[in-house]
Nanobody, 116 residues
Framework: QVQLVESGGGLVQAGGSLRLSCTAS????????MGWYRQTPGKQRELVAG???????TYADDVKGRFTISRDNAKNTLYLQMNSLKPEDTAVYYC??????????WGQGTQVTVSS
């Protein structure tokens, strides 16, 4: 079972930046696609950004040009660089990993709060 631990969340003013990290308990060379999702109270969890095992990326329309997802397999870590943050980016951010056997793993979440 893969364990994922997120870090890097916090409180930032609008226009500021944060970098989220997600460290896996095993080599991410063995993990397929990974992603960052976010969720606000009363809403479904939504995909923010995803990255394939080969490095192909996808982004939600409202974060394109502001957020960058990357993975460092040598460090077993997934990143999300968030720039030009807006109050509407406030949410709990979750890391997700897809194993080759079809299991999906989630981190515990990290709170991001953007003040106006």
């Amino acid at each position: 079972q893969v364990q994922l631990v997120e870090s890097g969340g916090g409180l930032v003013q609008a226009g500021g930046s944060l970098r989220l990290s997600c460290t896996a308990s095993e080599s991410t060379f063995n993990i397929n696609a990974m992603g960052w999702y976010r969720q606000t109270p009363g809403k479904q969890r939504e995909l923010v950004a995803g990255i394939s095992r080969g490095g192909s990326t996808t982004y939600a329309d409202d974060v394109k040009g502001r957020f960058t997802i990357s993975r460092d397999n040598a460090k077993n870590t997934l990143y999300l660089q968030m720039n030009s943050l807006k109050p509407e980016d406030t949410a709990v951010y979750y890391c997700e990993a897809n194993s080759p056997t079809g299991w999906i793993y989630w981190g515990q979440g990290t709170q991001v709060t953007v003040s106006s």
